[in-house]
T-cell receptor, first 111, second 114 residues
Framework: GDSVIQMQGQVTLSENDFLFINCTYS??????LFWYVQYSGEGPQLLLQ?????NKGSSRGFEATYDKGTTSFHLQKTSVQEIDSAVYYC??????????FGSGTRLLVSP | EAAVTQSPRNKVTVTGGNVTLSCRQT?????MYWYRQDTGHGLRLIHY???????QIGDVPDGYKATRTTQEDFFLLLELASPSQTSLYFC?????????????FGPGTRLTVL
């Protein structure tokens, strides 16, 4: 079945560091890929999405790239800030009604 | 005003207890979902629905029932709660009529089963 693997459980950075989070996916369908962010005490919210037609997406200084050859997609930000501390989920939708989520990466940014 | 609300926000019950978690959305979305969130597992889909009276089984349905009474309201029922169901539960809604539709999440309900 469809799956998304997110290996990095936690990432610890300092302000202005470069962020890179990686996910891999497996599907026989045509995926739309998402990044959701969850701040403390809140539900997840959409950060950005990447369609098969584009290969990239960007929002709030974050950029997502998508590589069909390696079935991987990445979230990156050039210079993280303390307010970016949150849990980041990669997710995949393949045309059905479900979204499959990765296990989440907790980002801790120290000032 | 929040478009997806959940109640209660916190609930403590005992093993074997009966629990109902409520979710209401004012997005006019047709799809609604129930997830549980656990460390190391992320978000796992319990049940979902594409309209009033409809119910679809998710990936971790054992021990859970759900009912969609109206387009706005979706309930998750634990009829014989067990400690393994201690978790943070999220409800979400989505307009599946749009391509690449995002999911809108509620604030969550923290359930503790003693």
């Amino acid at each position: 079945g469809d799956s998304v693997i997110q290996m990095q459980g936690q990432v610890t950075l300092s302000e202005n560091d470069f962020l890179f989070i990686n996910c891999t996916y497996s599907t026989t369908g045509y995926p739309t890929l998402f990044w959701y962010v969850q701040y403390s005490g809140e539900g997840p919210q959409l950060l950005l999405q990447v369609t098969t037609a584009n290969n990239k997406g960007s929002s709030r200084g974050f950029e997502a790239t998508y590589d069909k050859g390696t079935t991987s997609f990445h979230l990156q930000k050039t210079s993280v800030q303390e307010i970016d501390s949150a849990v980041y989920y990669c997710a995949m939708k393949t045309g059905g009604y479900k979204v499959v989520f990765g296990s989440g990466t907790r980002l801790l940014v120290s000032p | 005003e929040a478009a997806v609300t959940q109640s209660p926000r916190n609930k403590v019950t005992v093993t074997g207890g009966n629990v109902t978690l409520s979710c209401r959305q004012t997005n006019s979305h047709n799809y609604m979902y129930w997830y549980r969130q656990d460390t190391g597992h992320g978000l796992r889909l319990i049940h979902y629905s594409y309209g009033a009276g409809n119910l679809q089984i998710g990936d971790v349905p054992d021990g859970y029932k759900a009912t969609r009474t109206t387009q706005e309201d979706f309930f998750l029922l634990l009829e014989l709660a067990s400690p393994s169901q201690t978790s943070l539960y999220f409800c979400a809604s989505s307009d599946q009529g749009r391509n690449y539709a995002e999911q809108f999440f509620g604030p969550g309900t923290r359930l503790t089963v003693l």
